[in-house]
């Protein structure tokens, strides 16, 4: 049973920095694309960011290109978010995802992937 386990949401301030961090258990976290979604209050949920299995390829919705970073440490089972530039409009819940495939398309759909965390807050004050 695949688990996913994300850490290090919070409030911060617009402009502050915000690293996001995913536990996963129960598969062969190497063998995995991962990537990260969120939702924002009233709205539906989004693609952010997806990272291939070696970490050679990524993707990243245009709302968040060039302020995050996603990254995977294969060793340690963990997946990242690295957050800079924060806006109020980042405000959401974010969601760690799995799946074995690579999101073929420009950006994710949310049916690309069977795993999901529960999620972590962000908050971004203005």
Not at 2 to 27: H, I, N
Not at 29 to 49: I, L
Not at 100 to 117: A, H, I, L, Q, V
Request: aromatic content about 12%; charged content about 20%.
């Amino acid at each position: 049973q695949v688990q996913l386990v994300e850490s290090g949401g919070g409030m911060v301030q617009a402009g502050d920095s915000l690293k996001l961090s995913c536990a996963a258990s129960g598969l062969t976290f190497s063998s995995y694309a991962m990537g990260w979604f969120r939702q924002a209050p009233g709205k539906e949920r989004e693609f952010a960011a997806t990272i291939s299995w070696s970490g050679a390829r990524t993707k990243y919705a245009d709302s968040v290109k060039g302020r995050f970073t996603i990254s995977r440490d294969n060793a340690k089972n963990t997946l990242y978010l690295q957050m800079n530039s924060l806006k109020p409009e980042d405000t959401a819940v974010y969601y760690c995802v799995a799946d074995p495939n690579y999101c073929s398309g420009y950006m994710c759909r949310e049916t690309d992937f069977r795993s999901w965390g529960q999620g972590t807050q962000v908050t971004v004050s203005s």
